[in-house]
């Protein structure tokens, strides 16, 4: 059984910062491709952030490239999303997943989600 847990969601004013983080446990979590995805209320599940699982490639939705940063530490088991310059947009529960499959932006690819951390940007 594959857990994951994230953590470091809060309340930040526009223009601030946060990391998110998300801790795995139950299997070898260097095999896994990693996401970052968020809901916000009223709308669909969107992509944030993808990391390969040897760390070495990215993907990055295009309303968060260049203020997102995913990384993942394989000896702490955990992936992390820095979040820099943040809107009110992106007020939504961030969410971290794990994939068998693929480095993808397509939730369908993923096996096992955690259980969301809320992020709210006050204006």
């Known amino acids: 059984q594959v857990q994951l847990v994230e953590s470091g969601g809060g309340l930040v004013q526009a223009g601030g910062s946060l990391r998110l983080s998300c801790a795995v446990s139950?299997?070898?979590?260097?095999?896994?491709?990693m996401g970052w995805f968020r809901q916000a209320p009223g709308k669909e599940r969107e992509f944030v952030a993808a990391?390969?699982?040897?760390?070495?490639?990215?993907y990055y939705a295009d309303s968060v490239k260049g203020r997102f940063t995913c990384s993942r530490d394989n000896a702490e088991n955990t992936v992390y999303l820095q979040m820099n310059s943040l809107k009110p947009e992106d007020t939504a529960v961030y969410y971290c997943?794990?994939?068998?499959?693929?480095?993808?932006?397509?939730?369908?690819?993923?096996?096992?989600w955690g259980q969301g951390t809320q992020v709210t940007v006050s204006s």
């Open positions: 139950g299997r070898t979590f260097s095999r896994y491709r």
């Open positions: 990391i390969s699982s040897g760390g070495v490639s990215t």
């Open positions: 997943a794990a994939s068998d499959y693929a480095l993808s932006s397509s939730q369908n690819q993923y096996n096992y």
